[in-house]
């Protein structure tokens, strides 16, 4: 890699971690379609051990907050979805997965801005979860359900609850990678590199979220989840 090419990963890292530290999530959406530009051996596992970094510290910042009851209906929904995810993976052709994923997040962004709030009952996180772990397998991308189904929670409460959801599907991921050869090395390497960035995006979280407003942090969560649909839409027809 270039200086160059470290510059521009490194920045990417930062505001990716910068924004996964104040909504909870985005770290992928944000992150990853730089990185794939300029060094792909950086997807999936660096950026996913720098998202847990990042969602280690949130989680700990905004633990008084953490809906325990919300995170736990989730992860019964991520575990099947995952399954889901890999076993759609292998059925399907990767291209018209995602982009049926992300019409479906879509889908749900235009309802919500239309006024439409799913209740965050346990059938609906749940469904959300699932769908979440289905989305994150195929595609990396797994922020946007759970975003939709909390949209109303309160700024540290969203941050708390997205993150310890996230923690544990990153450790998820991050053992299902190591089993299958996939940590590295390198992997390990490029993590430590980039660890500065990802800390100082989530310094800098903590002076964004002062900004952020109920009204503001829906509108940014549902604008997030809008933009990584269409970029995944986008990544995938290109």
């Not at 289905?134 to 929670?153: E, K």
Request: charged share 10%.
């Amino acid at each position: 890699m270039t200086w160059a090419g470290f510059a521009v990963v490194a920045l990417a890292v930062l505001l990716a971690s910068c924004l996964q530290a104040s909504i909870g999530f985005g770290m992928g959406m944000l992150a990853a379609p730089v990185v794939a530009i300029v060094d792909p051996s950086l997807i999936p596992g660096t950026l996913i051990m720098l998202a847990t970094l990042v969602t280690l510290l949130v989680s700990l910042r905004e633990r008084e907050a953490i809906d325990l009851s919300g995170a736990k209906w989730a992860l019964v929904g991520r575990v099947p979805g995952t399954i889901a995810g890999a076993l759609l993976l292998a059925a399907l052709p990767e291209r018209g997965l995602a982009v049926m994923l992300a019409a479906v997040v879509l889908l749900g962004v235009v309802l919500t801005s239309a006024g439409w709030v799913p209740a965050a009952r346990p059938r609906n996180v749940v469904l959300a979860g699932a769908t979440s772990g289905l989305l994150g397998t195929a595609t990396s991308i797994g922020g946007p359900p759970m975003a939709l189904v909390w949209q109303r929670n309160s700024g540290a409460r969203l941050r708390g609850t997205m993150s310890s959801f996230f923690l544990v599907g990153s450790l998820m991921s991050l053992a299902a990678l190591w089993f299958t050869g996939a940590v590295t090395g390198h992997t390990l390497t490029t993590f430590a590199v980039f660890i500065p960035a990802a800390a100082l995006g989530y310094v800098l979280s903590r002076y964004v979220n002062r900004l952020l407003d109920p009204v503001r942090l829906r509108r940014l969560a549902i604008g997030v989840s809008a933009l990584g649909a269409v970029v995944l839409i986008t990544q995938q027809l290109i």
